[in-house]
């Protein structure tokens, strides 16, 4: 499958730090997606963008969608404790309707 | 609104039993539909996905298997675990064609013992 290669893995980051997190890929992709996943549960999708150079905000998230298509960043505003988990990028190729997903970034949230 | 439900919640099998995990969405018709497994390491993997009643696409040879005998369930099973069957099993949707956006459920924890 597609290969979406995520970085950072993980982070530590103080509260009220901004955090920013990257994917990219090789591929072209149509489709970016951005999901959140607490210990235990499903993923949570945060922001999906669908446009080459989209740039959409959700609360303090903001999302991008790369113009060459082979790349997305997210950036968490302000830190709170309750961004703690793993973030995960997801990407859709055309005429594709199987996701590829990166590794996962590991945040973790000091008071 | 849609919503998506997994059972159970978590389950603990002896080697060599067989599983049977259950999906249903609510509030869509005709969804496609998607089983992972994501194992310690956090990637998540397609085992198999759906387009339809009967219509069974299989990513990865295994231990598994897929049956959607409803528009809207999605079952996984197995007829003997392994041990390597253990992990978090997770089942998704997406609308139907194109399903760019997948939405996941609560996912259910198999430890295999």
């Known amino acids: 499958g597609q290969q979406l290669n995520q970085s950072p893995q993980s982070m530590f980051i103080q509260e009220g730090e901004d955090v920013s997190m990257n994917c990219t890929s090789s591929s072209i992709f149509n489709t970016w997606l951005w999901y959140k996943q607490d210990p235990g549960e499903g993923p949570v999708l945060l922001i999906a963008?669908?446009?080459?150079?989209e740039l959409t905000s959700n609360g303090r998230l903001t999302a991008q969608f790369g113009i060459t298509r082979k790349d997305s960043f997210l950036n968490i505003s302000a830190s709170i404790p309750s961004d703690v988990g793993i973030y995960f990028c997801a990407g859709l190729l055309y005429g594709n309707n199987r996701l590829a997903f990166g590794k996962g970034n590991q945040v973790v949230v000091i008071p | 609104s849609q919503t998506i439900h997994q059972w159970p919640a978590t389950l603990v099998q002896p080697v060599g039993s067989p599983l049977s995990l259950e999906c249903t969405v609510e509030g869509t018709s005709n969804p496609n539909l998607y089983w992972y497994r994501q194992a310690a390491g956090r990637g998540l993997q397609l085992l198999f996905y759906s387009v339809g009643i009967g219509q069974i696409s299989s990513e990865v040879p295994q231990n598994l298997s897929a049956s959607r005998p409803q528009d809207r369930q999605f079952i996984l099973s197995s007829k003997k675990l392994l041990l390597s069957d253990s992990g978090f099993y997770l089942c998704a949707w997406s609308m139907a064609p194109g399903g760019e956006t997948q939405y996941f459920g609560p996912g259910t924890r198999l430890l295999v013992l």
């Open positions: 963008l669908y446009k080459a150079g």
